[in-house]
């Protein structure tokens, strides 16, 4: 069997490796046992996080956003590089994602574990999969109110998974704040260019 390591690389692999890597993961279980509770009460033992911001109001501005969610922008944004390159969003659907971190890289593979696909909310949420430096599960979610307010979401929830991660805890911590935020910008960002 091959190695396939941890999520931390010097080098920026090959997309012939993302491919592989991600192909085994396909078939590795989820790193933690609370799937969905991103829904509601965070498990005990992770530390949670939400954020939201005001996209804006209207229909128009809602489906730009579904549609911003659709094509991933929170993370191309966030200068992550997807394997595959559009992922669909359904349920069962894994991702690779690729990060430069400090002069090396960073993976992390998920798999999508719900989608919500309503008149006035749209979204889903991935879980970790081992070749991730953290374990749990975020939720990505635009919502229109009855108002008309458009909103988009965070929900997360996370420990570490690896060595490295638990080493560097408060940096990690910084890394995934700073991750979100992107994830904020680039979605205000999608939502207004459309």
């Known amino acids: 069997m091959a190695s396939f390591g ?9 997309s012939d490796r993302l491919e ?16 969905g509770a991103t829904r509601g009460i965070t498990p005990p033992g992770y530390v949670a996080e939400h954020l939201s911001v005001r996209l804006g109001s209207g229909s128009q501005t809602f489906l730009r956003g ?6 991933w922008a929170a993370q191309r944004g966030a200068g992550i590089q997807l394997t595959p390159r559009s992922p669909e969003i359904a349920q069962d659907e894994c991702v690779l994602m690729l990060l430069r971190l ?9 798999r999508i574990v719900y989608v919500v696909d309503e008149p006035d909310r749209f979204g ?24 008309g307010n458009v909103t988009y979401s965070i929900d997360v929830f996370s420990k570490p998974n690896h060595l490295l991660t638990r080493l560097g805890r408060p940096f990690s911590r910084l890394v995934q704040k700073s991750t979100t935020r992107r994830y904020m910008r680039s979605m205000q960002e999608a939502v207004r260019a459309e």
């Open 6 to 14: 941890g999520p931390f690389r010097v080098r920026r692999p090959s």
């Open 20 to 35: 592989q890597l991600l192909e085994h993961q396909r078939t590795l279980p989820l790193t933690y046992s609370e799937v």
């Open 66 to 71: 579904a549609s911003a969610l659709r094509d």
């Open 102 to 110: 400090m002069g090396g890289y960073v993976t992390a593979t998920a």
């Open 124 to 147: 889903f949420a991935y879980g970790t999969l081992p070749l991730h430096p953290v374990r749990g599960e975020e939720a990505f979610m635009v919502s229109r109110d009855a108002g």
